[in-house]
């Protein structure tokens, strides 16, 4: 799949009181310019104060996201760019924080491929509908030999039951949006890219939350996986042991 470069690789339109955060750049590799256009997104979507509820999807035909720029990522390794990487590191940890923390309920709508760090972006949201006739959801990183963060271990935890992390993460299995609907990772899977945005904008359209109780449910609610963020992540990204030759 040929990859297509945007001046910004995600755009935020609405749909009434509903943020619509568009990832635009094809595959959606994460990197350091993802990173930093995520948290800006996100911190513009706060600032307005009418907004209810937050969808992220993809506008590309295949892809949600898949996961980490390893065309980029492996080239920095080898070159000892470790400021760099760490950077990054941080950086995608934010992001994944501020989405744990978000006080507007955050809908991914998962109209593609979601892999690794693109599985994990829609674990790190509250809700979660994908398309059932094409895209997968998948945990490459063990054929990738590249470990999971430990934060990264409790938030997919609560997007989805034991048994299925435990098959995904150490086999690197594929699961459809059927699989993971009968599962209750995502609410509902759809057959098209049409009721698949029908049904997430539906669905964030009945949330009226004030901001204020709503995100102190979910700072108590997630208080364990943001300490484990800033405890045991930092540490071990600053050292550079998350990746394994």
């Known amino acids: 799949m040929k990859k297509r470069t945007n001046m910004n690789p995600v755009k935020v339109t609405y749909e009434g009181d509903v943020a619509l955060l568009i990832m635009q ?13 995520m948290l800006d997104a996100l911190n ?3 600032d307005n104060a009418n907004c209810k509820a937050l969808v992220i999807t993809s506008n590309d035909e295949k892809c949600f996201s898949l996961g980490i720029d390893t065309d980029w990522l492996m080239p920095a390794m080898k070159a000892k760019k470790f400021d760099e990487i760490k950077a990054f590191m941080h950086g995608m940890d934010d ?10 309920p955050v809908i991914a ?26 895209g997968f959801f998948c945990f490459p990183e063990v054929d990738l030999s590249i470990p999971f963060l430990p934060g990264m271990i409790e938030f997919v935890k609560k997007a989805m039951p034991y048994h299925r992390f435990n098959e995904m993460k150490l086999s690197g299995k594929r ?37 204020a109780i709503f995100g ?24 550079l042991t998350l990746v394994v030759e």
């Open 95 to 104: 992001v994944f924080k501020t989405l744990l923390l978000f006080p507007i």
């Open 109 to 134: 709508a998962i109209n593609g491929h979601a892999f690794g760090n693109g599985a994990i972006l829609a674990c790190a949201c509250d809700f979660r509908f994908m398309r059932a006739d094409k």
């Open 44 to 46: 513009g979507i706060l």
């Open 25 to 37: 750049n094809g595959e959606n590799r994460h990197n350091s310019a993802f990173a930093s256009a």
């Open 216 to 239: 102190e449910h979910k700072k108590r609610l997630h208080k364990h996986i943001i300490n484990i963020i800033e405890s045991e992540n930092k540490p071990l990204i600053d050292s």
């Open 175 to 211: 699961a459809s949006g059927k699989e993971l609907e009968h599962d209750h990772v995502v609410e509902k899977s759809f057959d098209t890219q049409d009721t698949l945005m029908e049904g997430a904008l539906n669905y964030a359209k009945t949330f009226n939350k004030k901001r």
